[in-house]
């Protein structure tokens, strides 16, 4: 995992992203990442899965990480949360989110996609996961990338 550059993103579409990460965080508990993937992959819920290992999203005191998977070589999206919001959310607790985030995605809006899906994650997530005075950031609010 690095902070490889790679022209999926420029410097200012990254600052917009991890801004709306910190403005999301500000009403959760919840950690929220996004990584970029560009190795092509022939199941993206599973290397979704294995990055999200890899950034140690698990490791959050509550296990109410979440990841923002993109992977623009292959042209797929994947949201990874962990036990502790699988525990206490409904099924289709995803599906807003996702929808949000596709419905941009569709016309090349990545930034403004990733951006509102962190922002509904943050809301959503602030129902079971509200921050708490004493909430620490248990993980980098920075892009990273494969």
């Not at 600052?15 to 993937?37: L, W």
């Not at 190795?39 to 999203?57: G, I």
């Amino acid at each position: 995992m690095g902070k490889k550059k790679h022209k999926f993103l420029s410097s200012k579409d990254e600052k917009k992203i991890i801004e709306a990460i910190q403005k999301a965080e500000k009403n959760t508990s919840g950690e929220i990442r996004v990584h970029i993937e560009f190795e092509s992959s022939p199941n993206h819920f599973d290397k979704a899965l294995e990055v999200f290992e890899q950034l140690e999203m698990h490791k959050t005191k509550d296990r109410n990480g979440v990841l923002f998977h993109v992977s623009p070589t292959d042209h797929n999206f994947t949201i990874i949360g962990d036990k502790g919001i699988d525990q206490v959310t409904p099924d289709d607790f995803w599906d807003d989110i996702k929808e949000e985030v596709i419905k941009h995605f569709k016309t090349e809006h990545y930034v403004k996609g990733l951006c509102e899906g962190i922002k509904k994650t943050g809301k959503a997530l602030k129902k079971y996961f509200p921050y708490q005075e004493d909430d620490t950031n248990e993980l980098p609010d920075e892009i990273s990338y494969s």
